[in-house]
């Protein structure tokens, strides 16, 4: 059973804000081990593209597109925070950039699942996990 999730978030700067109903609550945290994912280092929860809205600084968005162009980074132009992509693997979802949610932390999460992004679903490879990513706080976080 589904677990939609509507949450509230911003870039670093609050310039870009926006709004979505995450399809499975948090249970889709992810992330990735493609290039751009790599680099970036995010986790990335999903939401149907019809269930995410831009409230404010649309403008400051900029796309960033590599490869087959079929994926769609989003970049605040102005903090350079990336806060959502449209997956190549699924046009229909969003993966949002959970360290934008409110009140919200990567470091929420003790074990995160890191799929196969080198082998891609639509280069014919089997989705699947290519590892798992794991925080143990040594210190009480502030939340």
């Known amino acids: 059973m589904s677990k939609k999730l509507h949450v509230r978030g911003s870039c670093h700067c609050g310039g870009v804000k926006f709004e979505a109903d995450l399809v499975d609550g948090y249970e889709t945290a992810r992330r990735c081990d493609c290039s751009i994912c790599r680099m970036r ?3 990335a929860v999903s939401a149907n593209v019809s269930e995410f ?3 404010k600084g649309g403008e400051l968005l900029s796309l960033y597109q590599f490869n087959t162009k079929q994926a769609e980074h989003y970049f ?3 903090c350079g925070i990336y806060t959502h992509h449209k997956r190549r693997s699924k046009p229909h979802e969003y993966g949002i950039n959970v360290a934008c949610i ?3 932390s990567p470091f929420d999460f003790e074990t995160v699942p890191v799929m196969d992004g ?3 679903p639509k280069d014919g490879a089997k989705a699947r996990v290519a590892g798992h990513l794991n925080f143990e706080a040594t210190v009480e976080t502030k939340k």
């Open 76 to 78: 605040c132009s102005v």
């Open 102 to 104: 409110d009140d919200k």
């Open 41 to 43: 280092g995010a986790i």
């Open 53 to 55: 809205t831009i409230l």
């Open 118 to 120: 080198q082998s891609h």
